[in-house]
Nanobody, 125 residues
Framework: QLQLVESGGGLVQPGGSLRLSCTAS????????IGWFRQAPGKEREEVSC????????NYADSVKGRFTISRDNGKNTVYLQMNSLKPEDTAVYYC??????????????????WGKGTLVTVSS
């Protein structure tokens, strides 16, 4: 059974850190492009960061550059999102998604064909 499970969300004060994890079962992350997306209340879902299948290149939304880091551990079939210097505007449900096309480097809301159920991150004092 295919599954993507996110974990690591929670309540954190501004300036704090969290590390999100996304673990796949039923398929391998090898040679797949993985992305983190988020949706804040009343807003559309947006791309946060992607890590490509080939060479592991990464990209980040301007709003999180320098604060968030995406990484992958193919041996554990897991992708991480390290989030530092969190701000109240980072509050959202964070989703992990995968483009299961072998070797594809496309990473966008429409390119990803399998999504996790999300984990809530709340940044508040």
């Amino acid at each position: 059974q295919l599954q993507l499970v996110e974990s690591g969300g929670g309540l954190v004060q501004p300036g704090g850190s969290l590390r999100l994890s996304c673990t796949a079962s039923g398929f391998t992350f090898n040679f797949k492009t993985i992305g983190w997306f988020r949706q804040a209340p009343g807003k559309e879902r947006e791309e946060v960061s992607c890590i490509r299948s080939s060479g592991g290149s990464t990209n980040y939304a301007d709003s999180v550059k320098g604060r968030f880091t995406i990484s992958r551990d193919n041996g554990k079939n897991t992708v991480y999102l390290q989030m530092n210097s969190l701000k109240p505007e980072d509050t959202a449900v964070y989703y992990c998604a995968v483009n299961r096309v072998f070797g594809s480097t496309l990473c966008s809301d429409y390119a990803m064909d399998y999504w996790g159920k999300g984990t809530l991150v709340t940044v508040s004092s």
